[in-house]
């Protein structure tokens, strides 16, 4: 057989029957479900008299919409409506759904690693763009949207086009201070927004290696930001200790055949790519975004830029457009940028390993003055336990941070966590889009540490000097 | 799902690139479990000067006159003229049901983002991908006149302006059958239920561990 990419193995797979005209039936292993893209699915199959093909492969969380601030009551009544809706559905149909108050709640690209409900070489998907994240375990993972939604309840098989093959290679160190997110920001910059689309990214070398799975997935979420839909990481030994023992992981001998299968889940040395990107880690800086797409970012030590230098026309209005809405005048430094609220969390950055190194920034710090919010959403009910066992959350709350319930909160603002008109948020989520997190609101991306530096000093500042 | 062969109408050119999903259609409006009413909300932040919340009587709300869409020759718009890497961001197919609502049938842009371009097929959303230099062409043209509009072609894949020039456009092999026809894609999968069948037994052979008991 010739030499075969991850993702042609993957899809390879995955044909339940090849349409013969680029397209095939794709059969899905798993489907992860929450209250926003769910209602009108669900609505679907009823009108059409169907049932849900195969209910042991879904599992469904609220996220959107939940309060981050108490669990008591849910203010919003439109909100309310979509919660007990996603509720009414799972019960109707039997899916197993964890409700707000477990403790294995929490946003839903976290939660289906963490479960072990998503696995190496399953197709997974979800109503949401950020499925990607789940590429890290050597899964194709990706969004859809509502019909596609109801096409897998009803199917288990979606009609898809194969994408095409992208390779990012990283090679190296990151530096110290340097983390995935700058590593995935830089990627962004490079590439642009646009740069994987039609293709699947799979993530290689050195600096991907060394990577934790959390880190990993950082990286893949961000796929969809570089443009694709999809982003893959191969299966090494990491990918197998992080998934032993959770709770939808395979058991004993099962559990053997499984890890044997899944060695099989990288790409072949000589496999073809249709397009290859070659990035040095070591010369990745610390990345804060100064626009309104992710790919207008820089690094901490640069400075907001000038249209003005730039020759493409469309770009530069782009450009001129962002900085309008971003109140930012070309030229000045990204340090001398000062923040109104600050926001660790989403499901880029809100696992146990963003949250200790957040942490460890702040730890005998406090806030700035001019900061009016900081807060901490952890991305589970599971992480934001083990933060509190390891006293992480004292050490916010002692920094003057807020310590709330898991969900996606302040990285879109569904709920009441948003951003008044003009404020500025140090973000660790992954949209910095006009109004994501509050209309008129500004938003800056950026890793976990160096969030939590930018709160202390009130200002960005370069997590490395500190 | 609402299909036509061929249609003509006004053209609003909307000139940036990479206009995302949070534009098209704001969070606070996902809230509804319908697929309907989310036109007066479309690109709503840019469309008004105020603040918008559902349950709010849109009607009432200050416009930004500015806005292209606000602009009395593009009211009656049924053709969106685009930028790059349309409808990136999120997956929510709250953005084609808005535009659908709206009363836009058909997007033309250089290149869309993947999510949004499948989207659009599936609610019948014509998303039309045309060169770069045709594209400044039609921006050119739409701007400088009036009432300008661009004739859609389905079983021809083309579009032809008023001046009689004619651009070919390509659509996936199935998708121009599967509009044509206003097939379900739905029952057509399920044609091929023994074929899944057949799959997930092999499957559960090779990997019982994606099966739960
Ligand atoms: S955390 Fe943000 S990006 Fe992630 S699923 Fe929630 S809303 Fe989407």
Redesign the pocket.
Known sequence: MAARTLYDKLWDDHIVHDNGDGSALVYIDRQLI?EVTSPQAFEGLKMNSRKPWRLDANLAVP??NVPTHHRGQIDDPVARLQLSTLDDNCKETGITKFEMNDPRQG???VIGPEQGACLPGMTIVCG???TSTNGALGALAFGIGTSEVEHALATQCLILRKAKNMQVIVDGQLGNGVTAKDMVLAIIGEIGTAGGTGHTIEFTGEAISALSMEGRMTVC?MAIEAGARAGLIAVDDKTIEYIEGRPFAPEGETWDRAVEAWQDLKSDADAHFDKIVRINAADIQPQVTWGTSPEMVVPVTGEVPDPAAETDSSVREGMQHALTYMDLTPGTAIKDIKIDKVFI????N?RIEDIRSAAEVIEGKHIADNVILAMVVPGSGLVKLQAEKEGLDQIFIDAGFEWREP???M??G?NEDRLAPGERCAST???NFEGRQGQGGRTHLLSPAMAAAAAVAGHFVDVREL | MKVFKSFTGIVVPLDRSNVDTDAIIPKQYLKSIKRSGFGPNLFDEWRYLDAGEPGDDHAKRRENPDFILNQPRYREAQILLGRENFGCG?SREHAVWSFLDYGISVVIAPSFADIFYSNSFKNGLLSITLDGDVIDKLFEETLATDNYQLTIDLENLSVSTPDGDNYLFELENGLQERLLQGMDDIALTLSLSDEIRDYEAKRKQQAPWLFAE
């Open positions: 929450h996220d959107h946003i839903v690209h949401d763009s950020h979420n969390g989403s499901c880029t809100s969900g996606c909160s990285c879109l569904m989520s992954n949209r | 999120s």
